[in-house]
């Protein structure tokens, strides 16, 4: 019987879809060193906004930032990659596709947040997975007819910037900021950039739209120290509501494609606390 192909073993797959969420994640920060040093020679990549290039060489000299360039372009952070491994005929050579989420960081001049597509042909080479074919793009999204900014968005970059216009309305501005302390300096955080706080052993995890830090604080002190549009779901998750998209049955939703656990039984204490604060039922929880 002829074969069908094959995918690499589970753990080279685990390892092929950690590499493409590296690759993307570096892309979409603008940083391109790891696929400068993932790529074939004869690479073809096309960009989400369709620009193709061919050859490693020019990867190199169109996408390798110079400090004349312009840098107006926003970094991005990558959210909830999904990512799979095709069967292929071949066993040294893989297909990966999926799709992530961006959201640009809050210091650009422009804010947005879109979902991606990307498709990377992957060949083996030695010890190496190298990319031959990479194409990213942008999945089709509905424009927001409802609600309108001066200019037209995507539906989901219109609820992430109302979702930092909340937080920012709702908790005073950035005089506001918390000190914490992060390794041996003290980081000074804006509560209405927080999206959520996560325990992780004796310190925790502030997860904000610009990122993450860990801070050395248990996440019980950090509660006590933000405003009270934080809301405690688990034993190791707050949240900020102005940041909530939709509660389900046993986890809430982020405007940003995050997931968190509730349990069960404190899932009616969560609903009652939305539906005080007006939340729940307003398609944002």
């Known amino acids: ?159 992430y910037v109302q979702a930092i216009l909340r937080a920012a309305k709702r908790m005073g501005g950035p005089d506001e900021r918390l000190a914490l302390a992060s390794g041996r300096s003290v980081l000074y955080v804006d509560p209405s950039l927080i999206m959520y706080v996560e325990a992780a052993d004796k310190h925790c995890i502030l997860h904000t739209t610009d990122g993450s830090t860990e801070v050395h604080r248990l996440l019980g002190d950090v509660e006590q120290l933000l405003p009270a549009d934080f809301l405690r779901i688990s034993r190791k998750h707050v949240v900020n509501r102005a940041y909530l998209l939709n509660v389900a049955s046993s986890t809430v939703t982020l405007v940003d494609g995050t997931e968190l656990p509730v349990p069960k039984r404190r899932m009616p204490e969560v609903r009652r606390a939305l539906k005080k604060a007006g939340q729940e039922g307003s398609g944002r929880a």
């Open 1 to 159: 019987m002829r074969s069908l192909g094959s995918t690499p073993p589970p753990g080279e797959k685990t390892a092929l879809v950690n590499l493409a969420v590296r690759l993307v994640s570096g892309v979409a920060k603008g940083d391109y060193q790891l696929l400068f040093s993932h790529v074939t020679e004869d690479i073809i990549y096309i960009g989400a906004d369709t620009s193709v290039i061919r050859g490693a060489a020019n990867l190199r000299a169109l996408l390798d930032p110079q400090p004349e360039k312009d840098t107006a372009r926003p970094a991005y952070l990558v959210r909830k990659p999904r990512f799979n491994v095709v069967r292929c005929a071949s066993p040294t050579e893989a297909i990966v596709v999926g799709t992530y989420l961006t959201y640009s960081e809050l210091t650009a001049n422009a804010i947005s947040s879109e979902r991606q597509r990307a498709t990377l042909c992957m060949r083996r080479c030695e010890d190496t997975w190298r990319a031959y074919h990479v194409h990213l793009s942008a999945a089709w999204q509905p424009v927001d007819d409802a609600h309108r900014f001066p200019f037209t968005v995507s539906e989901q970059t219109y609820r």
